[in-house]
């Protein structure tokens, strides 16, 4: 298992606000067992607004809205200039461009969890080169933190309260305000 310490880092979280605010952990927990490391977060444009202002994150890739060949192509394009080290998706994880990313991103890993398809589709997460297998019956935010062990990242000991205070919305000074006033 090789850890990553220096390296770009893509995370994928293009589900929706839930899957956003429960992803927020993964990103502390990765963030600081390697501080030096540059964390990009592929999201959803709608969702953005949520992670700007986390210290974990070094910059944002907005997931086009419209997922076509050209928009697609694009992307891919971006991602490979970037040359991550290590692409991650939580989950959700079972769209397909996901699996186009990974294959063709340009990374030379790429982790999500294992999901069960009928035997007759085309088993697109076989692109993805580390599968992680998780008891469906967990929280996802720990689902989420086992995509860590690929990277040798130890999340054993990672209590319920430590989820609950890395869950934390980060507010801009101008929302602080915003907030006091209508209260």
């Known amino acids: ?19 956003t605010v429960i992803g927020i952990p993964f990103l502390s ?6 501080p030096r490391l540059n964390i990009s977060v592929l999201v959803d444009p709608l969702n953005k607004e949520i992670l700007e202002g986390r210290p974990e994150i070094s910059d944002f890739i907005v997931f086009p809205r419209s997922r076509n060949v050209v928009t697609l192509t694009r992307l891919i394009r971006t991602l490979r200039q970037r040359r991550f080290a290590v692409i991650i998706g939580l989950l959700p994880s079972n ?16 982790i999500k969890h294992l999901h069960q398809y009928p035997e ?14 998780d008891d469906e019956r967990r929280h996802l935010v720990l689902a989420n933190l086992e995509l860590l ?3 040798g990242i130890d999340v054993s000991g990672i209590s319920q309260m430590d989820v609950q205070r890395r869950m934390r919305i980060v507010l801009t000074l101008q929302e602080r305000d915003r907030s006091k006033d209508q209260h």
């Not at 186009?100 to 991103?105: E, K, M, P, T």
């Open 1 to 19: 298992v090789k850890r990553v310490s220096e390296e770009n880092v893509l995370v994928i979280m293009t589900g929706g606000i839930g899957d």
């Open 29 to 34: 927990v990765l963030k600081e067992s390697a």
């Open 95 to 110: 769209l397909k461009s996901h699996s186009l990313i990974a294959r063709f991103g340009g990374s030379r890993r790429s």
């Open 120 to 133: 007759e589709s085309w088993d697109w997460q076989s692109w993805f080169t580390d599968l992680v297998r």
């Open 149 to 151: 062990r690929p990277l």
